[in-house]
Structure formats: C-alpha cells, structure tokens
C-alpha cells in the first residue's frame, strides 16, 4: 500500500514546529481540550482581514476609502476586549490603518485571488492554504500576507516565514507561472517587508515542510503503538505560552505569566 499523503495546513506544520505539545492539544487530542478566552487581537486581525476580502469583492469603482467604514462595521468581531471603550479605540486604529493601506492600492488592479486556497502535493504531504491575496505582477504571482501586530517586520521575517513560502511554491502549480515574490504587509505601520525566493529556497522549505510532516506522522503513530503521549509531544516553554490557547491545561504553560485577553492591543484602545 502507498503512503498516505500527510495533509496539512501550513498553520498546522507551524503550530507542531512552535511546541508539539501545542499539536497535540490542537489536532490530535479528541475531545479537543478546553482553551482560554478569545484574544482581542484575534479578533482585530480577523476583523481587518475580512474587510479587506470584503474590498476586493466590491465592483471597482466603489473601492474607495469611504467604503470602508461599512466594511469594517460588518466584520467587526467584539470578543475579547477589556471594555467597550477599549474596542472603540481599537476600531479607530484598525480604520485608520485601512483608509492609509487602501489609499495606496490600485482599485482596478484584479488579483489572482483573495484569500484565495492553494492547494498541492508532494510524495509526502499534500498541502492547502489560504493566502491572504495572490497578486499579479509582471507575468508572476506574488503572495500578499496582511499583518496586524504591534511589531514592525523586516526582510528576514518574510525571507524566513515557511508559511508564505509554500503558498508561492504551491500558487506556481496552481496558477502555472512562476512565483518568488513573498510580502508580508504590516498595516499598523504602512510598511512592507518582502522576500525574493528562488527555487532553490522554496525546494528548501517544502523538504523542511516535509520533515515536520514525517516527525508528526512519527510522533502519531507511537502514541497510536502505545508510547507516552507526554513523550511523543513534549512541551516547548518559551515566551509563546503566555499567548497559548492551552496554557491553562498544559503543566510548562501554567508556570507561564498570565496575559490578560486584550493585552496586544492595549496600546491602541485608550
Ligand atoms: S503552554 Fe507552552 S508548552 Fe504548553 S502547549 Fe502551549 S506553547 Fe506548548
């Protein structure tokens, strides 16, 4: 019998090489176990994002900036702010960084997708994922990846995100042109951080992608044999506890501080 494909996120692969602990916790314990409370900047980024989709799919010539305060009203999700002054503060911040990013993109510029799902194989895994929007520029694709954190991004961080690399790797198939360019668009801070791939570079990150694959499959199938679950998956405790949805449930997480829900957008809801 063949292999069976590994099928995969790259949120997925992500979430495993961060903490496997995490993993398990996500996609392997059944019934999932208990997270915390929903994360104000969740809740922002989904809101952004979806308002940005929502730009897209307007006829182009109503893609102006005083289409945006619909937008953002319609996909505003509330959950996890301090307070009701808190969430109105950040809805300013979040409308304000709309009305600057659209300004700067050309209404009747089509992309090839938005939040488009790019979906491939390999021998090993097969892969989907939603690019946030998948440009064309100059015969080429190129990957759009909206971000809404506090902190600026630079070169190495679109350079190193294998996320955006195996969206540019599977969007060459599924478009049949080529792909190398990677931008991550950070939106509080109208700055830009990009990545020129080479095959060579998206060849290297779709085997790493590949081999957290194999070490999941691995990791699966002792646990299913028998093997300590604890072992299988250890826990990886860093800075990223604080932020996990599982703190509360995983022994290295509950030694973490405690964040509270809105504690990533409490500098933009006074
Ligand atoms: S709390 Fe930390 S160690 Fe535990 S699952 Fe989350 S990230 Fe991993």
């Known amino acids: 019998m063949p292999e069976r494909l590994f099928v995969c996120t790259p949120?997925?692969?992500?979430?495993f090489i961060d903490c496997p602990r995490r993993y398990r916790y996500s996609y392997v314990d059944r019934p999932t176990p208990a997270k915390g409370a929903p994360w104000a900047h969740n809740s922002l980024g989904a809101s952004v994002h979806t308002a940005l989709k929502n730009w897209y799919a307007l006829p182009a010539d109503r893609r102006a900036p005083d289409a945006l305060p619909s937008l953002l009203r319609a996909t505003w999700v509330r959950e996890g702010y301090r307070d009701v002054e808190q969430e109105r503060g950040t809805y300013r911040a979040a409308m304000g960084w709309l009305k600057t990013y659209v300004a700067g993109l050309d209404p009747l510029a089509e992309p090839l997708g938005v939040e488009r799902v790019v979906a491939t194989k390999t021998s090993v895994l097969a892969f989907n994922g939603r690019a946030d929007r998948i440009d064309a520029r100059d015969g080429e694709a190129v990957i759009v990846d909206y971000k809404t954190g506090r902190s600026g991004l630079d070169a190495d961080d679109a350079r190193g995100s294998q996320a955006l690399a195996l969206y540019a790797w599977a969007a060459q198939k599924v478009f049949r042109r080529p792909c190398h360019r990677v931008e991550l668009h950070h939106l509080p801070s109208g700055t830009v951080a990009a990545h020129e791939h080479t095959e060579e570079s998206l060849a290297r990150q779709v085997r790493r992608a590949e081999e957290t694959a194999q070490d999941i499959v691995a990791a699966e199938r002792a646990v299913a044999g028998g093997a300590?679950?604890?072992?299988?998956?250890?826990?990886?405790?860093g800075s990223l506890c604080s932020w996990c949805d599982f703190r509360r449930v995983c022994p290295a997480g509950q030694e973490a501080p405690v964040r509270e829900p809105w504690a990533a957008v409490e500098h933009l809801g006074s």
């Open 11 to 15: 949120s997925k692969l992500g979430t």
């Open 228 to 237: 300590d679950p604890d072992a299988e998956f250890p826990v990886n405790p």
